[in-house]
């Protein structure tokens, strides 16, 4: 089992649109957590931590259960320029900025 | 204020043969790692150096290696290059512990041949 997973998509929303993406972590002494976003052929970008209680970037959100082992990322109101791969990152306890990253999820906005 | 910068950009190989990867940390940092990312999947793992010595490592054999100078700069080496190792290698610097701080290179595309 892989230890973070995440369905690779192709998500392909409208403008406009709100998308939600989940991910799932197998180790439990994970203790850190994140989203980064990378666009084709570039290279990974640190979207929003994830915390605990929930928060909030602008038209991002990320939740974090940890009972449930489970990451999520909402996008509301969906740009052209949200068009990218998201990446769901956790850090194991122990292991300082080790990042283990998902395969990622691609997403498509389109006009 | 410079970022991550990594050399080459691109890089044709063949089996059998020997690449080094150059990387440059985000002014500041001190801790470098390395990540291999294959087509359609996630950045995974080498390992991570800080004080000039290898303190952490993902699952890959020895004919990965590195090494970290004096002014934070690492070089990966990989040897005896197979198909497999075709892949975009970035490079990541952090300061020391804070995975927060943690900033990316444009990475290096090997190709092996």
């Known amino acids: 089992r892989k230890e973070v997973e995440q369905d690779p998509g192709p998500f392909n929303v409208p403008e406009g649109a709100t998308v939600a993406f989940n991910c799932t972590y197998s180790n439990s002494a994970s203790q850190s957590f994140f989203w980064y976003r990378q666009d084709c052929r570039k290279e990974p970008k640190l979207l929003m931590s994830?915390?605990?209680s929930g928060n909030e970037d602008g038209r991002f959100t990320a939740q974090l259960n940890r009972a449930s082992q489970y990451i999520s990322l909402l996008i509301r109101d969906s740009k052209l320029s949200d068009s990218a791969t998201y990446l769901c990152?956790?850090?194991?306890?122990?292991?300082?900025?080790?990042?283990?990253f998902g395969t990622g999820t691609r997403l498509q906005v389109t006009l | 204020d410079a970022g991550v910068t990594q050399s080459p950009t691109h890089l044709i190989k063949t089996r059998g043969q020997q690449v080094t990867l150059r990387c440059s940390p985000k002014s500041g940092h001190d801790t470098v790692s390395w990540y291999q990312q294959a087509l359609g999947q996630g950045p995974q793992f080498i390992f991570q150096?800080?004080?000039?010595?290898?303190?952490q490592r993902g699952n890959f054999p020895d004919r990965f290696s590195g090494h970290q100078f004096p002014n934070y700069s690492s070089e990966l080496n990989v040897n005896a290059l197979l198909l497999g190792d075709s892949a975009l290698y970035l490079c990541a610097s952090s300061l020391r512990g804070r995975a927060d701080t943690q900033y990316f290179g444009p990475g290096t595309r090997l190709t092996v041949l």
């Open positions: 150096y800080y004080e000039e010595e290898e303190r």
């Open positions: 990152v956790v850090i194991l306890t122990g292991t300082a900025s080790k990042l283990t």
């Open positions: 994830v915390y605990s």
